[in-house]
T-cell receptor, first 112, second 113 residues
Framework: LAKTTQPISMDSYEGQEVNITCSHN???????ITWYQQFPSQGPRFIIQ???TKVTNEVASLFIPADRKSSTLSLPRVSLSDTAVYYC?????????????FGAGTRLTVKP | KAGVTQTPRYLIKTRGQQVTLSCSPI?????VSWYQQTPGQGLQFLFE???????NKGNFPGRFSGRQFSNSRSEMNVSTLELGDSALYLC????????????FGQGTRLTVV
């Protein structure tokens, strides 16, 4: 099973780029890497998903090295509203949820 | 279009009781998954339903069960509640055939006293 490890917390300032790394040494061939953002009293919200190399959308980039044993979520120019908990998920949802694992979450605090 | 709706938002139950939580997925989504979120264990997958059939199941005891109806709405049931079942229960729906994002509801906060 892919154990997923990420830093407990990170601090940043408005306008900076934030990189959050997730380690998943035992990732399986069929597993994808997905990142979610969660605010208090809300359900997680999808940010980005990738399988290998680099994926970019309007809010973030996801970097995945060739061995896929880690991944890095990059948030460009963060603002105060990006203060939240970010979860890394490794697995193959919804086709094989049995082995998917969420990281414990990284609490990002953006300061003015 | 409307998001995932979970009811009720908050619930207080006594040990030994049973509880039923409801989830209405986004229109057109046939996959519904349930998760338990606690400070100690984080986010954990409970089970997933697709077309009224349980397709995947996480590592939870048999006291946790669920079902899905023909309109894709889903319910989960927890019997013989224990204090440790206090958690935020999240439901998520996704579009079949798209290995992409799951859309989460706001959750039901269950407190067992």
């Amino acid at each position: 099973l892919a154990k997923t490890t990420q830093p407990i917390s990170m601090d940043s300032y408005e306008g900076q780029e934030v990189n959050i790394t997730c380690s998943h040494n035992n990732i399986a061939t069929n597993d994808y890497i997905t990142w979610y953002q969660q605010f208090p009293s809300q359900g997680p919200r999808f940010i980005i998903q990738g399988y290998k190399t680099k994926v970019t959308n309007e809010v973030a980039s996801l970097f995945i090295p060739a061995d896929r044993k880690s991944s890095t979520l990059s948030l460009p120019r963060v603002s105060l509203s990006d203060t939240a908990v970010y979860y890394c998920l490794v697995g193959d949802p919804p086709y094989n949820n049995n082995d998917m694992r969420f990281g414990a979450g990284t609490r990002l605090t953006v300061k003015p | 279009k409307a998001g995932v709706t979970q009811t009720p938002r908050y619930l207080i139950k006594t040990r030994g009781q049973q509880v039923t939580l409801s989830c209405s997925p986004i229109s057109g989504h046939r996959s519904v998954s349930w998760y338990q979120q606690t400070p100690g264990q984080g986010l954990q997958f409970l089970f997933e339903y697709f077309s009224e059939t349980q397709r995947n199941k996480g590592n939870f005891p048999g006291r946790f069960s669920g079902r899905q109806f023909s309109n894709s709405r889903s319910e989960m049931n927890v019997s013989t509640l224990e204090l440790g079942d206090s958690a935020l229960y999240l439901c998520a729906s996704s579009l079949e055939g798209v290995r992409r994002e799951a859309f989460f509801g706001q959750g039901t906060r269950l407190t067992v006293v």
